[in-house]
Nanobody, 121 residues
Framework: QVQLVESGGGLVQPGGSLRLSCVASGTFFRIDIMGWYRRAPGKERESVAVITSRGGTNYADSVKGRFAVSRDNAKNTVYLQMNNLKPEDTAVYYC???????????????WGQGTQVTVSS
């Protein structure tokens, strides 16, 4: 079974920084796209940043210039460096991986359990 586990959330003041990490574990053949999503109170889940296995990235307009996504393929880990955080960044952040469990399988999405990020003074 594939598991994604996030870490690094917490409480930070506006203008501060946090770094989220997500490690994929279990038995699988390959992970294609990995990314971060978030769900703020009363809102739908939205894409924050995604990165392909070759390093191509895409960001939500609201975080461009402030957040940076990266990954270490050897460690099956994706990171989200969040700088100049704003109160509107407060949300539960979820890690996502598009995983091929066996080389004959289709890619399937897997999700972490989420980590809370709160930006408040």
């Amino acid at each position: 079974q594939v598991q994604l586990v996030e870490s690094g959330g917490g409480l930070v003041q506006p203008g501060g920084s946090l770094r989220l990490s997500c490690v994929a574990s279990g038995t699988f053949f390959r992970i294609d796209i990995m990314g971060w999503y978030r769900r703020a109170p009363g809102k739908e889940r939205e894409s924050v940043a995604v990165i392909t296995s070759r390093g191509g990235t895409n960001y939500a307009d609201s975080v461009k210039g402030r957040f940076a996504v990266s990954r270490d393929n050897a460690k099956n880990t994706v990171y989200l460096q969040m700088n100049n955080l704003k109160p509107e960044d407060t949300a539960v952040y979820y890690c996502n991986g598009i995983v091929q469990v066996r080389y004959t399988d289709n890619y399937e999405p897997y999700w972490g359990q989420g980590t809370q990020v709160t930006v408040s003074s």
